[in-house]
């Protein structure tokens, strides 16, 4: 079975201060991993798709980073507007299995 | 990337009624996709909506419950009968295309339904 696990659940930070949001996972046959935004009452906003261990990408204060047994999405000096829950998916098949997701809080 | 809208956006019905949920996609998907999100929590695949086919439920979802349509590669409904206030959650639809290898899926804003 497929299981996907974020850490933490909820992250503070202060406005500038960088840090590391942790998704683990264990899936067979994996075709992706997904890295979304939700803000509240809406739905997940799509950020990156890493593919193979090794792969990295970036938009704006965002990075994302893939490897054979967890995902790192870093985000550098953020900013108020970056608070939201950050969540990551895998994809196996056709389906995607979601992690409990990130609440990030970017205090001023 | 697909843009993707859903009606009602919010609904308060009685328990024992049923609701139905639409989903439009701006453009022609693959995949459509439903979910669940309760309160505080992650989200949770419902069924996949097969076009012209009975839609393929999850674990623990079955088709008397959340009888599912999807008439047409644009569009997709999905009830929610008999309903109970455990069934008060955001209901979201997601689609993908056939960009490549791995299709990203764009989720529509939800359905905050609450039963009482």
């Known amino acids: 079975e497929d299981q996907v696990t974020q850490s933490p659940e909820a992250l503070r930070l202060q406005e500038g201060e960088s840090s590391s949001l942790n998704c683990s996972y264990t899936?067979?046959?994996?075709?992706?991993l997904f890295w979304y935004r939700q803000d509240p009452g809406k739905g997940p906003e799509f950020l990156f798709t890493?593919?193979?261990a090794g792969e990295e990408k970036e938009k704006e204060r965002l990075k994302a980073t893939l490897t054979k047994k967890e995902s790192f999405l870093h985000i550098t000096a953020p900013k108020p507007e970056d608070s939201a829950t950050y969540l990551c998916?895998?994809?196996?098949?056709?389906?995607?299995?979601f992690g409990g997701g990130t609440r990030l809080m970017v205090k001023p | 990337s697909a843009v993707i809208s859903q009606k009602p956006s919010r609904d308060i019905c009685q328990r024992g009624t049923s609701l139905t949920i639409q989903c439009q996609v701006d453009?022609?998907?693959?995949?459509m996709f439903w979910y669940r999100q309760q309160p505080g929590q992650s989200l949770t695949l419902i069924a996949t909506?097969?076009?012209?086919?009975?839609?393929?439920?999850e674990s623990g979802f079955v088709i008397d419950k959340f009888p599912i349509s999807r008439p047409n590669l644009t569009f997709s409904t999905l009830t929610v009968s008999n309903m109970s206030p455990e069934d008060s959650s955001i209901y979201l639809c997601?689609?993908?295309?056939?960009?490549?290898?791995?299709?990203?899926?764009?989720f529509g804003p939800g359905t905050r339904l609450t039963v009482l």
């Open positions: 998916a895998v994809q196996a098949g056709n389906m995607l299995t």
């Open positions: 453009s022609q998907v693959t995949m």
């Open positions: 997601s689609g993908s295309g056939t960009s490549g290898p791995t299709d990203t899926q764009y």
């Open positions: 909506a097969n076009q012209g086919s009975e839609a393929t439920y």
């Open positions: 899936v067979s046959g994996l075709r992706g």
């Open positions: 890493l593919y193979s």
